[in-house]
């Protein structure tokens, strides 16, 4: 992996987790811990994050915030706009009227929601931050409830899962943090979601897993599922070859 891409995957992970160590970084890159360090100086340099003992944290004005977990989310929700946007519109044309759809949580999904609200369907969504951005949605909206967990602005736990499993879905669309198109294998980063995630892909007619490009060829800390679980997997279509197949089931927009 070139030194550009090792440093968009140490700001996502960045603005995901608010702080990552060295060895956590080195492992997932396959790369030494001294060229681990080496980005995080350069990305220091730049201003785009901070060093601290054994890792790295986002670089805060903590006079423009409230809390760190909400500047992860906006910071999060500006990485790669216009390829989520490109996304986001595909698969909102395989929605039709009057659906039952699941859309789960992450900035990934901010644009599929912006488009759906205005659909004469059903939406559901376990997703505090899909619900602070909708304006006057003509969809009906149901908000699972639970625990509710700032840093992720979402409602998880026994209680959502519980109340996730009543539903039956037309068409539900997925995030993740990586697909490994070697193992064929979807990747998470947190349990919890992992578990809502699943629970909507056993209770839905067709799934769509919804990704940018710089999620190929990536792995993460939970297994999802195979790629061949969904319906379809949609991603922009990348700057340049991977040099790796992609799944049959890939749709490039």
Same mark, same amino acid.
């Given at each position: 992996m070139i030194a550009s891409e090792r440093k968009r995957y140490i700001i996502e992970q960045l603005t995901e987790k608010g702080i990552i160590n060295i060895k956590d970084i080195a492992k997932e890159l396959e790369i030494s811990e001294i060229t681990a360090r080496r980005d995080f100086e350069k990305l220091e340099i730049e201003g785009k994050l901070k060093r601290v003992p054994g890792g790295a944290t986002l670089e805060e004005d903590q006079s423009e915030v409230n809390d760190?977990?909400?500047l992860t989310m906006k910071e999060k929700r500006m990485l790669y706009k216009k390829e989520k946007e490109l996304v986001a519109k595909y698969a909102a044309e395989l929605v039709k009227d009057e659906d039952s759809v699941f859309i789960d949580a992450g900035t990934s999904m901010l644009p599929l929601m912006r488009i759906l609200e205005q659909r004469k369907i059903k939406i559901v969504t376990y997703s505090q931050l899909l *619900?602070?951005?909708?304006r006057s949605p003509a969809a009906d909206i149901f908000i699972i409830g639970g625990q509710y967990r700032p840093y992720y602005c979402m409602?998880?736990?026994p209680v959502a899962q519980d109340v996730l499993k009543q539903f039956y879905f037309d068409k539900a669309f997925i995030g993740c943090s990586g697909v490994d198109l070697k193992q064929q294998m979807v990747f998470t980063t947190e349990?919890?979601?992992?578990?809502?995630?699943r629970i909507a892909l056993e209770n839905t007619a067709e799934s769509y897993l919804l990704i940018d490009y710089s999620k190929l060829g990536r792995r993460s800390f939970l297994k999802m599922t195979e790629v061949t679980e969904f319906t379809? *997997?949609?991603?922009?279509?990348?700057?340049s070859d991977i040099g790796e197949e992609y799944p049959e089931n890939i749709v490039l927009v």
């Open positions: 760190g977990a909400e *619900i602070q951005s909708i409602n998880v736990g349990m919890e979601s992992l578990l809502m995630k379809k *997997i949609i991603c922009n279509k990348p700057d």
